[in-house]
């Protein structure tokens, strides 16, 4: 079991598969300086596998593959299979590019839930924002999945300025599709140029859906970071994700693993131990995990303010979101 010293038990492990990607969402990567790891710094597939394993005996039972763009990586078929053999309820995040060629792997592997990222439902704009000219691909790998009667989730990365426009569009695409929107608060994290300005609370949100909608509260699960919604008469959901305005860490149950193997307790933790040395080493990587979660913070890795528009970036030490895994 990993516990905190908050009694938080941590049971879900995210683990970054690589570190690169296919778009260039602005607010997830720095601008300048992209360079990514080198092959021999990423974890291997027996790796992944090995260290996943070893989480898994200590209560792990939920992990979800995401990076960079787990899809790119091109052993990532195996990556998937093999974990489908352990005990777990496994899943990904992906931008959505590259699903077509992996529909029969998930199939294969048991996978019935995955979230897809997709920040505007307008082809231009998904141009500026990926700088990729995708949006029509996108589009029609979430409703492949969805003929193939797997549960998508679509990440929105709400912002003022940006897309705030379209929070009704993204609510709208839920009348006939089963689809579970969710709008995520926009974060700071290394080179993403975040200020207070650009984030769209969840108070917006709502007094934004409830001009056109009517909808009610649906029942959240323990660990679930949305608050969830269901408009009436409508095939699918929406939810907000409310890092910034209304944290809940006190639910917490994540766990990250970067893609060069070293692991966070938390998001925003400055901290982060290096599980792939000590594996390579052949040292035992259970007492080293424990340790990190037992120096856990109590909030947003300890390094923010309780009302987020005071946040000062320039005092925040983590790693850019490519490079940690969402
Ligand atoms: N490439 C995959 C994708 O885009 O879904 C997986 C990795 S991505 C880092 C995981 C999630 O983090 C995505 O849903 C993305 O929208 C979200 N994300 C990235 N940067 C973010 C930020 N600054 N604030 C909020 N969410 C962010
Ligand atoms: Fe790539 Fe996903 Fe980050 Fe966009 S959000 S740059 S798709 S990792």
Redesign the pocket.
């Known amino acids: 079991m990993i516990a905190d010293s908050y009694n938080r038990i941590h049971d879900y492990l995210r683990v970054a598969i690589t570190d690169n ?1 296919n ?1 260039r ?1 602005s ?2 990567m720095p601008q300048e300086d992209i360079s990514f790891l080198p092959h021999n710094k990423l974890m291997s597939v027996d790796e992944i596998v090995a260290i996943s394993t070893t989480f898994v005996k200590m209560g792990v039972k939920k992990i979800r593959l ?5 899809l790119v990586r091109t052993d990532g078929a195996e990556i998937i299979k093999r974990l489908s053999t352990l005990p777990v309820e496994l899943t990904l ?3 959505g590019f590259l699903i077509d060629r992996f529909i029969d792997v998930f199939a294969d592997s048991d996978i019935r839930s995955i ?3 997709l ?1 505007t439902l307008q082809p231009e704009k998904f141009l500026k924002l990926t700088r990729r000219d995708a949006f029509n691909k996108v589009w029609n790998n979430i409703l492949l999945l969805l003929n193939k009667g797997i549960y998508v989730k679509l ?1 929105v ?1 709400a912002m003022k300025g940006i897309n705030d426009d379209e929070i009704n569009d993204f609510v709208s695409i839920t009348k006939d599709l089963p689809l579970h929107v969710r709008f ?6 290394d080179g ?1 140029y ?1 200020n207070k300005d650009k984030v769209l609370p969840a108070s917006d949100i709502l007094q934004n859906v409830e001009e056109s909608f009517s909808f009610i509260k649906i029942k959240d699960e323990i660990n679930d970071t949305a608050k969830k919604f269901k408009p009436l008469n409508h095939e699918g959901t929406f939810a907000i994700i409310t890092t910034m305005s209304q944290p809940f860490c006190n639910t917490c149950n994540r766990i990250r693993l970067t893609a060069d193997g070293k692991v966070k307790n938390c998001l925003f933790s400055s901290g982060e131990v290096d599980l792939l040395k000590a594996f390579r080493n052949g040292d035992d990587i259970t007492g080293m995990i424990q340790m990190h979660f037992a120096e856990k913070h109590k909030e947003r890795g300890g390094q923010f303010p309780s009302n987020y528009e005071y946040t000062d970036t320039a005092r925040i030490n983590n790693r850019s ?2 490079k ?3």
């Open positions: 990607c778009f969402c607010y997830c995401t990076g960079g763009e787990p995040t992906s931008n979230n897809i990222s920040d990440n990365v995520i608060e926009f974060m700071p994290f993403n975040w979101m490519i940690i895994g969402g």
